[in-house]
């Protein structure tokens, strides 16, 4: 048997979104903290390999004073690899950024009712022109139950 702990793979932002539905908000802060955290790592660490980019294409304008020691031990092979990583941990920040967004649409659902997506979702739905309904009773039976007709 298999716990949800035990689950250990990336899920997509349709089944996240349903996954924090059913969480607490403290549960909802402590994710987006978590997300938090890994975005700023993530941008750290593109900054440094731009750095280092930079440094073995060249591009010495772009370095700053104090990374000149750090960049010494570089080597001209790992250029592809920190151009991948790059490109990697930018796929990977647009995933956090999407569940950042989604766990922030889920707070103010939960505190107005509403979404973004929802409220699009009404506006459409009241241009849409539906079948004319009579909805004065002034010319109601009193005597007669009240019932509905399918």
Do not use: W
């Not at 941008?43 to 750090?70: A, F, V």
């Not at 505190?111 to 022109?129: F, H, L, P, Q």
């Amino acid at each position: 048997m298999c716990s949800a702990g035990g689950i250990r793979r990336p899920i997509q932002i349709e089944e996240f979104k349903t996954a924090i539905s059913g969480m607490s908000d403290m549960e909802l802060a402590q994710i987006k903290t978590e997300i938090e955290n890994s975005i700023n790592h993530l941008q750290r660490s593109n900054t440094r390999l731009s750095k280092y980019i930079s440094k073995l294409e060249g591009d010495e304008d772009r370095l700053e004073g104090d990374d000149s020691d750090d960049l010494e031990n570089i080597d001209s092979g790992d250029l592809a690899l920190y151009k991948d990583s790059v490109r990697e941990n930018e796929i990977v920040l647009n995933n956090y950024n999407e569940r950042v967004d989604a766990l922030e649409q889920e707070t103010v659902y939960r505190k107005t009712g509403n979404t973004k997506s929802n409220r699009e979702t009404v506006a459409k739905d009241n241009t849409k022109k539906g079948p004319d309904v009579d909805m004065d009773n002034t010319n109601v039976d009193v005597v007669t139950p009240n019932s509905i007709f399918i």
